[in-house]
């Protein structure tokens, strides 16, 4: 915008004041939660409470590992949410080309289909999946929840993919096919190695939703061994007594590979997520 | 292109017609997967709706019609209704206000931003489960610092009072959705060409008219997909809630999601369940088929 025009609503010091507002009020609770996570138990139930550990101790963090079996629900989670990735970002690149590339009949209606489907609710989805999971031995399992996974993060990846795709010029898939390479070869040699960017974004994107979920994950398993990083947080909430430095070390660890990965991937995250919506 | 003979010219032409059905390969397998781990299972739901509940075997809408006359359902489905409005207009005003400002020349723009989209990028489990511990009317943060400035005089049970709880929750979810929102009108802000405000300006606009004539316009696109997935995420939230009040007090802050996992999975009631989540299914897609629509027409 144009510095020093006439009209300016709002003077500097009104604009940072706002901003920095708006700043305490985002990063407060982190602060709440890192501080609390470094107090000794006796300090978390002070009044009034302190900002500032008196004391401080990693004593949280080293009973999150070694009473909670932080260590397996990080694994569960890393595992799980890494296959989901993987498996839903080659599906959706595979459709986004399809859809980038070629006009077919039903294609408006296959697009929309692939829309809908990221608007159903997983509470629509849950009963049947304990049900259908159950009968094929998968419920409580890796495979269960990953299969369940796919669910939330296939739409969502076909979508972003298509977006990267749509930014790789037709002329070359034209060029290499009259080179005579295959649609398979176009896709693999050409395409994919192109919009690697995309796809990182995209694995990432359908990482973090599946990192992030409880909904599937308190539904569909039951034994401690399957339980994961969201589980683990929320289970402890209906414990008779809350053990809040410990839970707030657990936060943050949970929280911590998601902050990583955004803020390493900004840019390409919000090109994904507005794909479509900003064309050339 | 093309071959010079006529027998290489069908060759080619059969090869074109060949690469145009190649579609199918690539867009079969994920309509396949989606089919499989989506809509059979939402078919299945739909079954399980009609199913008597308890057992029997003829199919009947008895359930719908006890839902529909049950008031803790019908409370339900308000608190979900309030609870998205509130927090859609809320993320909307906030995230575009954050959004402008960043639009502008200011002095450490990077950081102000990636200081906003903190509460977005943590799974709402997590936020549902600081944010309780800041709610702690003795020993949490946020009774202690409104007392210290002055605000308020007295520990508030910020999710316990029955008039407080679900207000309380939404201001959460505030806090946790701006940031999308302020995400994706930035983008939007982004890609709107300087060149247009300079004419406006020779043009003698004032800074409201650019606002309403020039960036209002050109983010409708951005604001639309912004609002979208923001109502179909907020109507779909389920973490937070759980993490944070579970429901309670009563059904206070009890939104479909919350209400639908309890009657499953500590009820039991498969076919009551089902009738819920059908008729919250309904309810999303009546609101975001226009958007669907838009989209799959434009493309």
């Known amino acids: 915008m144009i510095k020093g025009s006439k009209g300016k609503f709002f003077s500097g010091i009104e604009i940072y004041g706002f901003l920095i507002l708006v700043s305490v009020y985002a990063l407060l609770p982190f602060i709440w939660m890192l501080s609390t996570s470094l107090k000794t138990e006796a300090e978390a139930f002070r009044v009034p409470p302190t900002w500032i550990p008196i004391k401080s101790t990693l004593d949280a963090y080293v009973s999150m590992w070694t009473k909670k079996h932080f260590g397996i629900y990080f694994l569960n989670s890393t595992v799980i949410s890494l296959a989901t990735a993987v498996l839903s970002t080659f599906f959706g690149a595979l459709a986004g080309y399809g859809f980038s590339r070629f006009v077919f009949k039903g294609r408006k209606f296959l697009i929309g289909f692939f829309l809908a489907t990221q608007m159903l609710p997983g509470v629509l989805l849950v009963g049947p999946y304990f049900k259908i999971l159950s009968k094929f031995g998968l419920y409580d399992t890796r495979t269960g929840l990953i299969i369940a996974f796919l669910t939330i993060c296939l739409p969502f990846s076909t979508w972003m993919m298509k977006g990267f795709i749509d930014r790789v010029p037709d002329a070359l898939d034209q060029a290499a096919l009259v080179d005579g390479c295959s649609r398979l070869g176009v896709f693999f040699r050409v395409i994919l190695p192109i919009s690697a960017p995309g796809m990182v974004a995209t694995i990432i994107f359908a990482f973090l939703l599946a990192w992030g979920d409880l909904l599937w994950v308190i539904c569909l398993t039951s034994t401690e061994s399957m339980v994961t990083v969201t589980l683990g947080i929320a289970r402890t909430v209906g414990e008779f007594q809350i053990m809040w430095p410990m839970l707030m070390a657990g936060a943050l660890m949970g929280g911590m590979p998601a902050i990583i990965l955004y803020l390493l991937l900004q840019r390409l995250l919000v090109q994904g997520l507005t794909a479509g919506a900003v064309k050339e | ?299």
Request: aromatic share 14%; net charge positive.
């Open chain 2, 1 to 299: 292109m093309g071959g010079d003979g006529g027998e290489g010219k069908t060759s080619m032409k059969l090869l074109k017609i060949k690469d145009r059905q190649m579609w199918i390969f690539f867009v079969l397998p994920g309509t396949i997967l989606l089919v499989l781990v989506l809509a059979f299972p939402a078919f299945q739901s739909i079954l399980y709706s009609i199913y008597p509940e308890g057992g029997g075997s003829s199919y009947s809408l008895n359930n719908y019609s006890i839902l529909f006359s049950d008031s803790v359902f019908r409370q339900v489905f308000g608190n979900t209704v309030l609870f998205v409005i509130l927090s859609v207009a809320s993320h909307l005003l906030l995230g575009l206000g954050v959004a402008l400002i960043l639009n502008r020349d200011i002095f450490a723009k990077p950081l102000f931003r990636l200081i906003a989209l903190l509460p977005w990028v943590v799974p709402d489990v997590v936020v549902g489960i600081i944010w309780r511990w800041m709610f702690d009317p003795v020993y949490g943060a946020f009774n202690d610092l409104l007392i210290k400035v002055g605000l308020i005089s007295t520990h508030v049970q910020w999710l316990s009072n029955p008039k407080l709880a679900l207000l309380s929750v939404i201001f959460v979810n505030l806090w946790r959705g701006f940031p999308f929102v302020m995400l994706i009108l930035l983008a939007g802000l982004q890609s709107i060409p300087k060149v247009l405000y300079e004419a406006g300006a020779i043009d003698g606009a004032s800074r409201w008219q650019l606002f309403a004539r020039i960036t209002l316009p050109s983010l409708k696109k951005m604001l639309v997909v912004a609002l979208a997935l923001d109502i179909v995420w907020e109507v779909r939230r389920f973490g937070l809630i759980q993490a944070m009040t579970q429901g309670g007090p009563g059904n206070i802050t009890e939104v479909l999601s919350t209400y639908i996992y309890k009657q499953y999975f500590q009820f039991f009631r498969f076919e009551y369940a089902s009738a819920v989540a059908v008729v919250m299914t309904v309810a999303l897609l009546m609101v975001s088929l226009p958007y669907i629509w838009m989209i799959s027409q434009e493309e």
